[in-house]
């Protein structure tokens, strides 16, 4: 049952995906930008291009002829995906999906406008004129996002009258790829922020993984810790949210589903169709089944009989300061002298300031006050400083 899946993204993500789907037999092209990057370590090839040149991304499936194809990034020419479905390639978790969840503005139409799905209210705008215009009428505070940009790239909350050429240039700068809109949206006052990572099955029921929290600066996340308290009614309205919108994109594998909590009740925010970042927290062994080995089963139709709890765990992000290369670390040692903790550093070949380098994660047995678990990680992460040349 071995398949080629060509990996279009090679992140940190993607390599603990390709690591579980090499357990399951598989064969995996890791596809990036750059070279080095962490899932081209652990792949059994690699290929670096620009997954916005369409050229180049055709060039890339006619050489390697996979049989699935998995998108791990934002940044790709994602309509040709409906060019090497009709070929008989499975795009996962389908072609309408991709496309779908790599623009804001098609997932938060198909959500609030097709499916009746509970948003925040937003508006467009694609020059600065429209901006100004679309902030009046969500009004201040409004959160500003590009419409296709990832790890909270180009995301600020607007405060202020001043700053609206700010954010609109900052949103502009954090754009990915040449799709150069916005999306303004009405600033919900929420006491919790939570993942629900779905999986949809090919012959199977859809599944939800215990809620994930997860804390935010800059638009990306600092830490997450499962589970995460929520109100029975709260949890049914989210899981319910995430299975219409879910099946109404098609396709199996692991979804990363955001909602906001508020004291009115659950808001649907946005949408990953792949292993979400905050879902790192399941590397500390919270679930039976990590969420890369949920996704790696999900996509090769493997069945997944249940998902179960069975630890109290939290993780905190290891962040660069500087630009530079090389990287070293230090303070692992100090972080797995304490018990029931781990560490997994990326070996992303250059750093930049903020950007992620490794996580710290600590866990506990079910039940365990889930605060007290979380500041370890925290602390944990304050052990790691990330070292490198200029």
């Known amino acids: 049952m071995q398949r080629k899946i060509l990996l279009l993204g090679s992140g940190e993500l993607?390599?603990?995906?390709?690591?579980?789907?090499?357990?399951?037999?598989?064969?995996?092209?890791?596809?990036?930008?750059?070279?080095?990057?962490p899932a081209m370590q652990v792949a059994h090839a690699f290929e670096v291009i620009n997954m916005l040149d369409g050229d180049a991304l055709d060039?890339?499936?006619?050489?390697?002829?996979?049989?699935?194809?998995?998108?791990?990034?934002?940044?790709?020419?994602t309509e040709r995906f409906y060019e090497y479905e009709k070929q008989g390639i499975t795009v996962v978790p389908s072609a309408k999906?991709?496309?779908?969840?790599m623009n804001r503005k098609a997932i938060r139409d198909l959500a609030a406008r097709d499916l009746g799905v509970r948003t925040a209210?937003?508006?467009?705008?694609?020059?600065?004129?429209?901006?100004?215009?679309?902030?009046?009428?969500?009004?201040?505070?409004?959160?500003?996002?590009p419409l296709m940009s990832s790890s909270g790239k180009g995301q600020s909350v607007l405060k202020t009258e001043a700053d609206?050429?700010?954010?609109?240039?900052?949103?502009?700068?954090?754009s990915r790829g040449d799709y150069k809109e916005v999306i303004v949206e009405e600033f919900i006052k929420f006491h919790a922020e939570i993942t629900l990572l779905t999986v949809t099955q090919k012959n199977g029921p859809t599944l939800f993984c215990p809620p994930i929290g997860h804390r935010q600066e800059r638009g990306d996340y600092q830490e997450s810790w499962q589970p995460c308290a929520i109100s029975t009614d709260d949890l049914k309205a989210a899981q319910d949210?995430?299975?219409?919108?879910?099946?109404?994109?098609?396709?199996?594998?692991?979804?990363?589903?955001e909602f906001f909590l508020t004291d009115q009740g659950v808001y649907f925010s946005e949408l990953s169709p792949r292993p979400h970042d905050t879902g790192m927290v399941t590397l500390a062994g919270t679930?039976?089944?990590?969420?890369?080995?949920l996704h790696a089963r999900a996509i090769l139709g493997l069945p997944v009989p249940a998902i179960t709890l069975e630890r109290t765990g939290a993780s905190a992000v290891v962040l660069a300061h500087t630009e530079g290369k090389m990287p070293?670390?230090?303070?692992?040692?100090?972080?797995?002298?304490?018990?029931?903790?781990?560490?997994?550093?990326?070996?992303?070949?250059?750093?930049?300031?903020?950007?992620?380098?490794?996580?710290?994660?600590?866990?506990?047995?079910?039940?365990?006050?889930?605060?007290?678990?979380?500041q370890k990680a925290i602390d944990l992460a304050r052990f790691i400083e990330v070292k490198c040349e200029a």
């Open 14 to 37: 993607g390599k603990e995906l390709v690591i579980a789907l090499q357990r399951l037999g598989q064969y995996v092209i890791a596809v990036d930008s750059y070279a080095g990057a």
């Open 59 to 77: 060039a890339v499936v006619a050489k390697h002829k996979p049989d699935l194809i998995v998108p791990e990034i934002e940044a790709i020419r």
């Open 97 to 101: 999906a991709a496309n779908f969840t």
């Open 121 to 145: 209210r937003y508006r467009y705008a694609s020059d600065l004129d429209g901006f100004k215009k679309a902030v009046h009428e969500i009004g201040i505070p409004c959160v500003v996002k």
């Open 164 to 174: 609206i050429e700010k954010s609109w240039n900052y949103a502009m700068e954090g």
């Open 241 to 257: 949210m995430a299975a219409k919108v879910t099946k109404a994109l098609s396709g199996a594998g692991l979804w990363g589903v």
């Open 287 to 293: 679930q039976n089944l990590s969420e890369f080995e």
């Open 328 to 374: 070293s670390y230090t303070g692992i040692e100090k972080v797995l002298a304490e018990p029931k903790t781990d560490v997994r550093v990326f070996n992303k070949p250059t750093t930049r300031p903020y950007r992620r380098m490794a996580v710290t994660l600590a866990y506990d047995v079910p039940g365990a006050d889930v605060q007290a678990v979380k």
